[in-house]
């Protein structure tokens, strides 16, 4: 079989996913110079106009398992491009709409659906071709999104000053039908073979078929969950895993703090009597900062072989410290370093996906992932309604920023617990392969096993003979 690793096509997989990320996350980050146009075009009041931002990014994030179901059955390739069409038909329709429901429904509920199916399949297209360098990967993707969100609100600006926010909603809704092309060419390992577009870097002996990118390179029954009844039972076993459940209430914690400081900092600013203009660049510097650091650490991470998943307790806890300490930076210099070096250490979602792949196993990454960012919706929703309250109560922004603090601190010391987690096994649990085992391998009594080594950690550990898939074990 052949090493997808040894693909050279894997960088233009790379290079696309980056780019759907910019398209995706990158441009719901713009969603706040389209506030002001529309409190003016329908007389409507910020709280009423804010909630089509909450809608867009609580669909994007709560519906992952309902992803994750659609790119089994479809593939990774159809469901993105399927995305990528929703997401058009959702910024054509916002700029004909002629009042707020309409927005909710076309900007909210349609666009967010669209760009959350088309991030997911992103992600999943570098599930396929990734694993020892997985960190870099996600770090990549990740960037992309931080770099979108910068050149994508200017752009947007520019254009609802050009041709005014109708007009900007439907040129970005050409944009973003470009991702249809871009998915059409997402090709899965098996597929490069069949269309000779093999560019390796490292020769084998042995050749891997055709196959649909819906299925996964080494065919195993967790890849192929396409009814509802065998993924539901494969999500009851990965939900008997101590360290998914120790990932999902870390994202959660960390979202709700997280997405704080993008919220009410630049609000904090203004009460504090910085310019405006100041308060703009205060806030362009957390996204371009963060895609620095979404970058530059996950880079690190992987050059060094540092796990992934403690580089983002280490980030979570010195985010939550810079965020808790906040409050006493009043000055312009003050804030605007808080805003850089928070921006710079954010917690990064590349680092938690690299983290799922690494110790939950390639073959399940997309399942364990739609939870993660449905966690990850609930975190966005909990922090910044609840923060918002402690505002209105207080008439204070400082409770709302020791909380998050509080919430990233306690997310990353959370982390430290991962070899406690692992060490658990139930009675009935399968132990999912992290991403670059040779087998699979199941804790389940009277199996016969054989040890496997991870390329990554060099760990050996009892796996299944082979030929054996974790939903038709041998029983000896």
Partial sequence: MIDPESYRYRWVILLLAS????????????????????????????????????????????????????????????????????????????????????????????QGIGFGLAYFGASVA???????????????????CSAGGFCYTMMSQHLINTYGWRGALLIIGGLTFHMLLFFEILFSPGQLEYLRLNWKSVTHDTELHHDDESTSVESDDIANTRDIRTWMRHCSVLFRNRLFLLMLIVEMLCQAGQYIPFVHLPERARLLGVNTTLVAWIASSISLAMGLGRLAIPGICSAWNIDPFYAYGFTNVVAGLLTALSPFLTTEVGILCYAIFFGLFGPSTALIRASAALHLGSDTFSMAYGWIITMNGVGLLIGPALT???????????????????????????????????EYKSANQVQLRPAGYVNHFVDLPGISTRQSRNPISNEVTDGLEPGTLAGSAKIS
């Fill in 19 to 110: 780019v759907t990320g910019s398209l995706t996350w990158g441009l719901a980050y713009t969603i706040s110079v389209f506030y002001i146009s529309w409190i003016d075009e329908f007389k409507a009041g910020h709280g009423e106009v804010a909630v089509i931002g909450g809608i867009n990014a609580g669909v994007a994030s709560l519906l992952g398992p309902i992803y994750d179901v659609i790119h089994r059955r479809l593939g990774y390739r159809k469901a993105g491009a399927l995305g990528g069409l929703i997401m058009t038909i959702g910024y054509v329709g916002s700029s004909f709409a002629n009042n707020l429901i309409v927005l909710n429904i076309c900007y909210g509920f349609a």
């Fill in 126 to 144: 570098l599930n396929k071709y990734f694993f020892r360098q997985r960190t870099l990967a996600e770090g990549v993707l990740a960037f992309g």
């Fill in 388 to 422: 918002g309250l402690m505002y209105d109560v207080t008439q204070s922004y400082d409770a709302t920023f020791y909380t998050a603090g509080a919430c990233l601190i306690v997310s990353g010391v959370l982390v430290a617990f991962r070899d406690k987690a692992k």
